[in-house]
Structure formats: structure tokens, C-alpha cells
């Protein structure tokens, strides 16, 4: 499972409320990836990082920011949680050309 | 146009039948192909990854990449119940951001 684990799994959250979700890694990977699933739209690219303090925007990054002052964390934070941001978030590694996920964080806005 | 196009299914059929899961891919570029399975309310986990053109063969798994037609397949040979999950195809160029197909959603009816 390429040592990644997500914290919560499971959150529900109230509109206007801030989110912060955790991706840990244990294998000093350099790319970590934050990606959101929805029905219909697969896996969607939020942020990705390519080194302590380097992130870049994905495809869908408007409302979430990133960061990481470790290698092992990559942080996910919805400033102001939204309806439309409740989706299963998935933390991915990148190993030479193969990516590997965590295990998910349902979150629900309500 | 996305680019990794994937039919979504819902596929269905019966146990120890041959099973095709396909996507289209839109940028030439691509080198790298990835298959993974997702069962439910679980993260995505790497089945198999192939380079560039070429078939590779896994036990019962064929990952098959014809690059002058930018298919990317998989085959299923002697499905089980067990296999029953979404499989999602993958691409990735030299850069270090994935594209994913949205997933097709397979059954294996006992």
C-alpha cells in the first residue's frame, strides 16, 4: 500500500466551516498528490507537490489550498467548506512511473 | 475532449467468461499506461503498467497499448466474482501529472 494513510476517513462538515485533511507517507516519496472522485468525472487532480514546499495547481483547485513543510505530510485545506466539495479525497504517491493511493477521506458538506 | 476517454459500463457477465476493458487516449505524448481496480469504497490499487507499445501478461491479466491507434486495453481472462470492481485506466507523459479515464464498472455473476 505504499505506506499512505489519510486522515479523517470519514468527516462531515457544515457550509463556511474549514477543512484540513492529512496524507502521511512513510517512504520519503518526493511527488504527492491530492485528487477528489465524483460520479460521472473519475479522479480529478486538486494540487500535487514535488518536493518540501513546492506545489503546484491541478485541474480542479479553485477553493483548496496545499502544503507541505515535511516530506512525509501533504496537507489538504478547503478554507470554506461547500456543498459541491463533498466528495471521496484521495492522497496518491508517485513511485519512478506508477502511482499508488491511500485509502480515502469521504467527506460530506452539509 | 479528456484526455483518457473510458467507457463507463456498467459491464456484466458470467464467471470464467473473457472480459475487455478499453480506453482512448488523445495526447501522442503519452508513454507510460496503468490499469487499477477499485472495489468499493476502497482507494485505487495498481493492477499492472506498461511502457509504450506492447502487450504484458500478469496471470490473468493482459494489458495490451497500441499506440499508432492510442488504445489502451485490458483483458480479463477466467473472471471471478473476486474481480468484480471499477477499473480505471491510466496515462502518463514525461511529465509528472496522471490522467485518468473516469472507470468502468465491472460485475461477474456467479
Known amino acids: 500500500d505504499a505506506g499512505i494513510t489519510q486522515s479523517p476517513r470519514h468527516k462531515v462538515t457544515e457550509t463556511g466551516t474549514p477543512v484540513t485533511l492529512r496524507c502521511h507517507q512513510t517512504e520519503n516519496h518526493r511527488y504527492m498528490y491530492w485528487y477528489r472522485q465524483d460520479p460521472g468525472h473519475g479522479l480529478r487532480l486538486i494540487h500535487y507537490s514535488y518536493g518540501v514546499k513546492d506545489t503546484d495547481k491541478g485541474e480542479v483547485s479553485d477553493g483548496y489550498s496545499v502544503s507541505r513543510s515535511k516530506t512525509e505530510d501533504f496537507l489538504l485545506t478547503l478554507e470554506s467548506a461547500t456543498s459541491s466539495q463533498t466528495s471521496v479525497y484521495f492522497c496518491a504517491i508517485k513511485d519512478n512511473y506508477e502511482q499508488y493511493f491511500g485509502p480515502g477521506t469521504r467527506l460530506t458538506v452539509t | 475532449q479528456k484526455e483518457v476517454e473510458q467507457d463507463p459500463g456498467p459491464l456484466s457477465v458470467p464467471e470464467g467468461a473473457i472480459v475487455s476493458l478499453n480506453c482512448t487516449y488523445s495526447?501522442?505524448?503519452?508513454?507510460?499506461f496503468m490499469w487499477y481496480r477499485q472495489y468499493s469504497r476502497k482507494g485505487p490499487e495498481l493492477l499492472m503498467y506498461t511502457y509504450s507499445s506492447g502487450n504484458k501478461e500478469d496471470g490473468r491479466f493482459t494489458a495490451q497499448v497500441d499506440k499508432s491507434s492510442k488504445y489502451i486495453s485490458l483483458f480479463i481472462r477466467d473472471s471471478q466474482p473476486s474481480d468484480s470492481a471499477t477499473y480505471l485506466c491510466a496515462s502518463l507523459h514525461t511529465g509528472n501529472q496522471f490522467y485518468f479515464g473516469t472507470g468502468t464498472s465491472l460485475t461477474v455473476i456467479p
Open positions: 495526447n501522442s505524448a503519452f508513454q507510460y
